[in-house]
């Protein structure tokens, strides 16, 4: 399992991660962890183990040993693995664990760790095969949008100052010069240039109208969005070149393990008996109803796509 990464250095701010570790460790469990390491340390009469100790090294170093570090830096994570200790009993005695957000964040964490731990073990021999990556990328190339946009915009606040704007535009004024005089938006600094983007990255209103222009050509009438109101001008347009299949290789593998566990998870849900009385009206009987299959996960783009304009 991967633990966080962090820097061993004098280890203050490791203490908090600790703390969190030890109390969760004060939990009750359904099964008590068989542990028969000797102890490093004790807290208060409880035993503080060379597995839990060897464990969080490796946690803390990204998968070092305490052999790896000088004797000074061992000392140095004990002590911390120590304060929590005592921060957690502590914790436990006001009842922290039980109450306020931290129960919750508690119990969240022992939800995500448990979920981890069975992914891992569920996808360990079940490694995707070329056929199912070369067919994961088949499929995401066949949704990548083929066309990228090159364009600028000019945001205001009203639609009638819009129509200024428009009006000076055809006037023969230069959009750039207008943009960086009257726009709302970050952009205007560049003339209202938002670079290269595809369409699927923009809100549907403003995606729709640059797709109506032809390069050159700007908006004769206001775009509306969520923003205020746009008038766009479209520069150039390309084709979009996709990630050669090696490239984007490791990211197909991620995307067909979660697919995997996926369907792991829609078979528990559907043995499963599930009640949900979210949005049922108070005192109503709330009927049991069958376990729906999960929404379907949205499965990213074997390329990172470039971050979307602020405004649009």
Known sequence: MNHS??????????????????????????????????????????PISRNFYDFYIKGITGGKSPADLTAEQRGLALDNLVRAQLVAEQAVKE?????????????????????????????????PSEQELRSEYEQQLSAMPKTEYHARHILVATEPFAQKIIDRLDKGEKFDAVAKAESMDSSKNNGGDLGWFTANRMVPEFAGAVMALKPGEYTHKAVQTQYGWHVIQLLETREVTPPPFDQVRQRLVQVVQAKKF????????????????????????????????????????????????KKD
């Open 5 to 46: 990464r962090l820097a061993l250095l004098p280890l203050p701010a490791l203490a908090a991660l600790a703390a969190l570790a030890a109390l969760a460790a004060c939990q009750p469990k359904t099964s008590a962890l068989t542990d028969n390491s000797p102890p490093v340390a004790t807290v208060n009469g409880a």
């Open 95 to 127: 009842g922290v664990d039980k109450s306020g957000d931290a129960a919750y964040m508690l119990q969240l964490a022992r939800l995500n760790v448990l979920e981890q731990a069975v992914q891992e073990r569920y996808l360990k021999d079940r490694q």
């Open 262 to 309: 996926k369907q792991y998870t829609d078979e528990l849900l559907r043995s499963a008996k599930v009640e949900k009385f979210l949005d049922k009206t108070a005192g109503a009987p709330a009927a049991p109803s069958a376990a729906a299959p999960a929404a379907p996960e949205a499965t990213p783009s074997p390329t990172p796509q470039p971050n979307p304009p």
